[in-house]
């Protein structure tokens, strides 16, 4: 079966610094989401897009967030000033678009452990 | 949105079936109600997806009664490698973002 990849699947930063979480979406999919759920908390979405453009996002994804889809392949996450309230479990998510579907079905990476030190 | 309601957490021994329900009494007629299953440090992970009546896959079935202000998510069988996180999620269509409860914890004991 097809998956999600994401790399790395641990990383630690200090405060401050920036960071760029990467994700290999499922080849034919065209949605493309980030989600991430902090230690013992709900999965909470943060951004979804589509045609190269954010098509939503959540109040978590404020302006020190960004995604990327730097070629056909990509999909990152960059956090530009981390906080230590930014370490979770990043996750990365696709679908595929079909216009007979009536909803979604998401695919999920296995994540990215984000520790802010 | 419709709201869901699960219990917070089940407990049951291998072999055994189990049965998740879940409450929408503000459920639109156009959402569908999807599971998810998350083991831990891993994403989440489609098991079925339903409008009403029954559907079943390889993995469960989803029972939705007429009424579609629960379902009712049943795992046959279960081993301990079903251990899990369970979500019910109730998304309508056009939606581009799944919002995810706090779940359904299984435990299975041996």
């Known amino acids: 079966e097809p998956e999600v990849t994401q790399t790395p699947s641990h990383q630690v930063t200090q405060m401050g610094q920036e960071v760029i979480l990467r994700c290999v979406p499922i080849s034919n999919h065209l949605y493309f989401y980030w989600y991430r759920q902090i230690l013992g908390q709900k999965v909470e979405f943060l951004v979804s897009?589509?045609?190269?453009?954010?098509?939503?996002k959540s109040e978590i994804f404020d302006d020190q967030f960004s995604v990327e889809r730097p070629d056909g392949s990509n999909f990152t996450l960059k956090i530009r000033s981390t906080k230590l309230e930014d370490s979770a479990m990043y996750f990365c998510a696709s679908s595929e678009l079909d216009v007979l579907s009536t909803n979604e079905k998401l695919f999920f990476g296995s994540g990215t452990q984000l520790s802010v030190l | 949105l419709a709201k869901t309601t699960q219990p917070i957490s089940m407990d049951s021994y291998e072999g055994q079936e189990v049965n998740i329900t879940c409450s929408h009494n503000?459920?639109?007629?156009?959402?569908?109600i999807t599971w998810y299953q998350q083991f831990p440090s891993q994403g989440p992970r489609f098991i079925i997806q339903?409008?009403?009546t029954k559907v079943t896959n390889e993995v469960a079935s989803l029972f939705i009664p007429a009424d579609r202000k629960s379902s009712t998510l049943s795992l046959p069988r279960v081993s301990l490698s079903d251990t899990a996180v369970y979500y019910c999620l109730v998304e309508g269509t056009g939606r581009r973002a799944l919002t995810f409860g706090s779940g359904t914890r299984l435990q299975v004991q041996p």
């Open positions: 339903g409008y009403k």
């Open positions: 897009f589509y045609n190269n453009e954010i098509s939503e």
């Open positions: 503000n459920i639109a007629t156009n959402d569908y």
